[in-house]
């Protein structure tokens, strides 16, 4: 099955800074990488996609590349808030097993002010 | 996501003990699923149902078993807890059929559960 390693495991950045998260995939048939943000308390959220047709997506202050050949995507958020500390999970899944999510371990990114 | 509910949100249970975490939503979603989250682990696929004839095992099935009561209800039972079933619970489901399918999972709150 898919094995999905996410790194670093935590990760403390003074607010106003970037902040970078990395996941590798094993199964090349993989081709739907999802980022799951999770607050103290809650279930995760989706807070931005990408799929395989695509280099490069962004949305505002967050933005996620994939490199299929290396099977590496990572997470890029700018310019950091306090309220982007939370858990980050990385995930991939396929069409072929009904997109079933394979998770990474989770990143904790703490913004100090 | 406010429209996927757990209950309880959090539960102590002694070894031995049945206990039935449920789920519901209101999204009108045909896929459902269970996951449990570990530290260090990330989250871990259980059970998941297609529709309410479709059940499925994840990748750690052992120990715990589900019901699909209908499209919009899902429970997750340990017949017989032990200690480290001790995790966070959450239940996520996803539209997977139709012209509006999507491969985003919506995710419950969670179920903090402790086993003594």
């Known amino acids: 099955g898919e094995n999905v390693e996410q790194h670093p495991s935590t990760l403390s950045v003074q607010e106003g800074d970037s902040a970078v998260i990395k996941c590798t995939y094993s199964d090349s048939a993989s081709n739907y990488f999802p980022w799951y943000k999770q607050e103290l308390g809650k279930g995760p959220q989706l807070i931005i996609d990408?799929?395989?047709?695509?280099g490069e997506k962004k949305d505002q202050r967050i933005a996620v590349t994939l490199n299929k050949t290396a099977k590496h995507f990572s997470l890029h958020i700018t310019e950091t808030q306090p309220e982007d500390s939370a858990v980050y999970f990385c995930a991939a899944s396929q069409r072929s097993n009904d997109y079933k999510l394979s998770f990474g371990a989770g990143t904790t990114v703490t913004v100090r002010a | 996501d406010a429209d996927v509910t757990q209950t309880p949100r959090n539960r102590i249970t002694k070894t031995g003990k049945r206990i039935m975490l449920e789920c519901s939503q209101t999204?009108?979603?045909?896929?459902m699923y269970w996951y449990r989250q570990d530290p260090g682990l990330g989250l871990r696929l259980i059970y998941y149902?297609?529709?309410?004839?479709?059940?499925n095992k994840g990748e750690i099935s052992d120990g715990y078993s589900v019901s699909r009561q209908a499209q919009a209800k899902f429970s997750l039972s340990l017949e017989s807890a032990i200690p480290n079933q001790t995790a966070l619970y959450f239940c996520?489901?996803?539209?997977?059929?139709?012209?509006?399918?999507?491969?985003?999972?919506?995710f419950g709150p969670g179920t903090r559960l402790t086993v003594l």
């Open positions: 996520a489901t996803r539209r997977g059929s139709g012209i509006s399918s999507t491969d985003t999972q919506y």
């Open positions: 149902s297609f529709d309410v004839k479709d059940i």
């Open positions: 999204k009108g979603h045909d896929r």
């Open positions: 990408i799929r395989s047709n695509v």
